[in-house]
């Protein structure tokens, strides 16, 4: 168990899903969590569900926390470190979680002498299976990078990354669980067009996505290989396949990542 204290600064969708996780992993007790938001009911309600400390400010946060996750939006990120910076200590490491949010700028904010990482966590975070990726900058030693990435580990997968990789990163995990469920949400409304009642197509289309993508990763075979499995000659499946490849289901995935990554680049360097 991590003998470290743990600070968040805002506690929304991506923290909750970051505190649920390691509290169910038993990564650290907790009581060794310190929440900070701005919406003091969203503190009691953190308490209540996990037995994390509610803290009365981001300064109290800021002077408990071995790690300082800052975990609010990217438009208010910099100001909110601004304002704890004089209140941490010399070897805390703050993580940042914020989308588009360069280590540079965050060093900008906090001091050209502190520990900082970049992180890119996403919503599955919640139930056990997040993807981070973790992008520490040169003041942060090897052993503080591996404790992040346990942490991270701890309820998912994570990975160290460089900088210029986080926008497809964002892409490819971050946005991701998006899309993926509106390719569920799609696929269950076609089988309730089939007959199939709401809650057992939810429960059908999820479970084919959850195999499928463990089959990517346990098999280490290519999805199309994977793919060519399932697609009997002159069957149902080479129908639906046809109809994609039509409909252009590839070039869109492909077209809506590009934007997305745009996007996390046009945000880096506006931060
Ligand atoms: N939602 C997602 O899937 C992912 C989000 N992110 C990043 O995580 C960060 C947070 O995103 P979400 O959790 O989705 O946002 P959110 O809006 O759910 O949470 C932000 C929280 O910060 C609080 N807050 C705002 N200003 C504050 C202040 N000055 N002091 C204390 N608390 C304050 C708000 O009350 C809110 O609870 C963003 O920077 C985003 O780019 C990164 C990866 C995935
Ligand atoms: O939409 C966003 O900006 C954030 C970053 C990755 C997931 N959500």
């Known amino acids: 168990m991590l003998e470290k204290k743990i600070g968040f600064i805002g506690c929304g969708n991506m923290s909750k899903a970051i505190i649920g996780g390691l ?7 907790p009581e060794n969590i310190w929440v900070f938001d701005h919406k003091p009911a969203t503190n009691q309600a953190m308490q209540q569900q996990y037995g994390i400390t509610p803290a009365q400010s981001a300064e109290e946060v800021a002077k408990q926390a071995d790690i ?42 906090l001091g050209h ?16 299976e997040g993807m981070t990726s973790v992008t520490p900058n040169a003041l942060v030693t090897q052993q503080e990078s591996e404790e992040v990435v346990a942490i991270f580990n701890s309820f998912g997968k994570a990975a160290v990354v460089d900088e210029y990789l986080i926008h497809a990163v964002v892409g490819v995990s ?18 309730v067009l089939g007959g199939m009642p709401r809650a057992q197509a939810y429960q059908f289309a999820a479970q084919a996505v959850k195999g499928s993508a463990q089959m990517v990763l346990e098999t280490g075979k290519h999805p199309g290989e994977l793919k060519d499995m399932v697609c009997s000659p002159g069957g149902t499946t080479i129908e639906a396949v046809k109809v994609l490849e039509e409909k252009g289901f590839r070039a869109a995935v492909i077209e809506a990542m590009r934007q997305c990554m745009a996007k996390s680049e046009a945000l880096s360097k506006k931060s």
Request: proline residues 5%.
């Open 23 to 29: 509290v169910a992993g038993g990564v650290l007790k």
């Open 174 to 191: 971050g946005s991701a669980p998006a899309y993926v469920f509106m390719f569920i949400e799609a696929m269950a409304d076609a089988a």
């Open 68 to 109: 300082l996750f800052a975990a609010v939006k990217p438009n208010v990120i910099l100001k909110v470190l601004k304002e704890v910076a004089s209140s941490l200590n010399k070897e805390t490491l703050v993580v940042s979680i914020a989308a588009g949010v360069t280590l540079d700028s965050l060093a900008m904010a």
């Open 113 to 128: 002498d502190r520990k900082i990482v970049r992180v890119m966590p996403n919503t599955p975070a919640l139930v056990n």
